[in-house]
């Protein structure tokens, strides 16, 4: 079957760091995103991944490895506005995307 | 401001009632989406329209029924629902070729439904 796992929450302190995992296994691959989604709100892009490596975008950056299944997203200089549920996908060989459930995050002053 | 619209954005209907959800995309795109999302639960693809036509049905219960007139709009008709699909309905869109869905998504902000 199709598995997207990331954590269920994550608590981190403002001005800090946080990284969150994601592992997958799907039928094929064609590219891993990243959204944020705050409460109540849609979910939003942040990142696109489809080779191996880390790709920076300001204060965020998503990091991907296929052989071993694996992202993720890290968070720097964490501001309170960070405080949201980030979505991990993972588009499979039939161009689906499968979605994990979410990790929230929660920032702490 | 995602450029995709959704009404209502709230709905509470009993079980025997019948309602449409209605979704709108102002970005020109040329595929369009139903999500079910249910609390710490991965979002559910339901519906997939690209280029006007269904491209995937993801065994959703016949009590969930789409519609897609054009390529701007898409709506969910919904009759004699369950307490179980409450649940926050996501519409999405995005540019695509081949009825490939691996372009960026772009969701709408969500109708939060209550089925009593």
């Known amino acids: 079957g199709q598995n997207i796992d990331q954590p269920t929450e994550m608590t981190a302190t403002e001005g800090a760091i946080v990284q969150i995992n994601c592992t997958y296994q799907?039928?094929?691959?064609?590219?891993l995103f990243w959204y944020q989604q705050h409460a109540g709100e849609a979910p939003t892009f942040l990142s696109y991944?489809?080779l191996d490596g880390l790709e920076e975008k300001g204060r965020f950056s998503s990091f991907l490895s296929r052989s071993k299944g694996y992202s993720y997203l890290l968070l720097k200089e964490l501001q309170m506005k960070d405080s949201a549920s980030y979505l991990c996908?993972?588009?499979?060989?039939?161009?689906?995307?499968?979605w994990g459930a979410g990790t929230k995050l929660i920032i702490k002053p | 401001e995602t450029g995709v619209t959704q009404t209502p954005r709230h709905l509470v209907m009993g079980m025997t009632n019948k309602k449409s959800l209605k979704c709108e995309q102002h970005?020109?795109?040329?595929?369009m989406y139903w999500y079910k999302q249910s609390a710490k639960k991965p979002l559910e693809l339901m519906f997939v329209?690209?280029?006007?036509?269904?491209?995937e049905n993801n065994s959703v219960p016949s009590r969930f029924s789409p519609e897609c007139p054009n390529s701007s709009h898409l709506f969910l008709h919904l009759h004699t629902l369950q307490p179980e699909d409450s649940a926050l309905y996501l519409c999405?869109?995005?540019?695509?070729?081949?009825?490939?869905?691996?372009?960026?998504?772009?969701f709408g902000p969500g109708t939060r439904l209550t089925v009593l």
């Open positions: 999405a869109s995005s540019q695509d070729s081949s009825g490939r869905t691996y372009n960026e998504q772009f």
């Open positions: 970005l020109g795109h040329n595929a």
């Open positions: 329209y690209s280029l006007e036509e269904r491209v």
């Open positions: 799907t039928s094929g691959f064609n590219g």
């Open positions: 991944n489809v």
């Open positions: 996908a993972v588009g499979d060989s039939n161009y689906q995307l499968i």
